[in-house]
């Protein structure tokens, strides 16, 4: 709870020191997540829950209001992502990008887009038929 509350004190600082942009790089992912500062690691795991708790909510809402559109992934029915399996996700999609593009190229891309891309090729849906439930 403690430490809870002091994430929430402290993220606004963090945000507010940090360049103003609404997206971060897997350069800044990677040196937040690396840092020796306890809550910056913290807001960065929360940041990167966030996005997939939000990417979660995109797809659930697109399958609500367009129930015959292509869907992005197909999580299994009983399967509940947290922090942890977004976190791991996002890293082992950057591994997979740093093979096949350039350091310079890979520090400068989204990790929003990427976090999709893992969970695209993570849970991908079996057929057509299956990306329309």
């Known amino acids: 709870m403690v430490a809870t509350r002091l994430v929430l004190l402290v993220l606004p600082l963090v ?10 790089t897997v350069k800044d992912y990677q040196k937040f997540k690396n840092s020796n500062d306890a809550v910056l690691v913290g807001a960065t795991r929360a940041y990167v829950n966030g996005l ?12 609500v209001l367009n129930p015959d559109g292509v869907r992005l992934f197909c999580l299994p029915s009983k399967l509940s992502l947290n922090e942890d399996n977004f976190v791991d996700l996002l890293d082992q999609q950057i591994k997979r990008e740093a093979a ?14 990427l976090l999709v891309k893992a969970l695209r090729e993570t849970f ?7 990306q329309k439930k």
């Not at 945000?15 to 971060?24: D, G, T």
């Not at 096949?100 to 887009?113: A, H, R, V």
């Open 100 to 113: 096949e593009t350039t350091q310079d190229k890979l520090e400068k891309s989204y990790i929003g887009i």
């Open 124 to 130: 991908p849906c079996q057929d057509r038929s299956s």
């Open 52 to 63: 997939g708790e939000g990417v979660e909510w995109a797809e659930t809402s697109a399958m």
């Open 15 to 24: 945000i507010l020191a940090a360049p103003l942009r609404s997206e971060m």
